[in-house]
């Protein structure tokens, strides 16, 4: 099955300053790739995904690319706030699966 | 988007007596409910794919005697822990596909249920 490797496990960065967290999976069948914030004791959200047939995605602040050929994606959050701390976790599923396997985890700070 | 409730938000209960966890959709009909658990600090793992009116597909190493799913309709999906122990202490999530969006879609998560076990 789908094994999902993050890295780092935790990040600290100046508010400002950029942060990027990378994960690795291991199906090459996977096709979406979601990227969820979670912040302590509520339910994860999702801030950005992206499909196998494209290599990058942007929302405002936040991207995303993908490397199919290597089988990693990459979270990218430029001028860090605050209010960005929180754990993202990256994921991946296939449509033959419909499962959804998630990341180890990221623990992002951002200090003021 | 798409909004999912589960109740209760926490439960403590005696080792050895059982927990219901409902998680509903609410402004959807869901055929396909996703259970999660989740350790402090850790990632959330898939425990098992609940399919409304079907058995559910248990992940590996999931008991499934113990942790029983039920997805009577096409809104609820509960989720039954048995003869609790304190190991199984952990926050329990749900979620489910937004509809429309096919196999690969956004996942809207529950608010999650916090099992403390005596």
């Known amino acids: 099955g789908e094994n999902v490797e993050q890295h780092p496990s935790t990040l600290s960065v100046q508010e400002g300053d950029s942060a990027v967290i990378k994960c690795t999976y291991s199906?090459?069948?996977?096709?979406?790739f979601p990227w969820y914030k979670q912040e302590l004791g509520k339910r994860p959200q999702l801030i950005i995904d992206?499909?196998?047939?494209?290599g990058e995605k942007k929302d405002q602040r936040i991207a995303v690319t993908l490397n199919k050929t290597a089988k990693h994606f990459s979270l990218h959050i430029t001028e860090t706030q605050p209010e960005d701390s929180a754990v993202y976790f990256c994921?991946?599923?296939?449509?033959?699966?419909?499962?959804?396997?998630f990341g180890t985890g990221t623990r992002l700070q951002v200090f003021p | 988007g798409a909004v999912v409730s589960q109740h209760p938000s926490r439960v403590i209960c005696k080792s050895g007596t059982s927990v219901k966890i409902e998680c509903r959709s609410l402004d959807f009909q869901a055929t396909t409910m996703f259970w999660y658990r989740q350790f402090p600090k850790q990632s959330l793992m898939l425990m098992a794919t609940?399919?409304?009116?079907?058995?559910?597909?248990?992940e590996q190493g999931v008991e499934k005697d113990k942790f029983l799913i039920n997805h009577a309709s096409l809104t609820l999906s509960t989720l039954t822990v048995t003869s609790a122990h304190p190991e199984d202490s952990s926050f329990y999530i749900c979620?489910?596909?937004?509809?429309?969006?096919?196999?690969?879609?956004?996942?809207?998560f529950g608010e999650g249920s916090r099992l403390t076990v005596l």
């Open positions: 609940s399919n409304e009116g079907s058995k559910a597909t248990y």
């Open positions: 994921a991946a599923s296939t449509s033959d699966t419909d499962k959804l396997i």
């Open positions: 992206i499909r196998s047939n494209v």
């Open positions: 199906d090459s069948a996977s096709n979406y």
């Open positions: 979620s489910a596909r937004a509809p429309g969006t096919g196999l690969t879609g956004e996942l809207f």
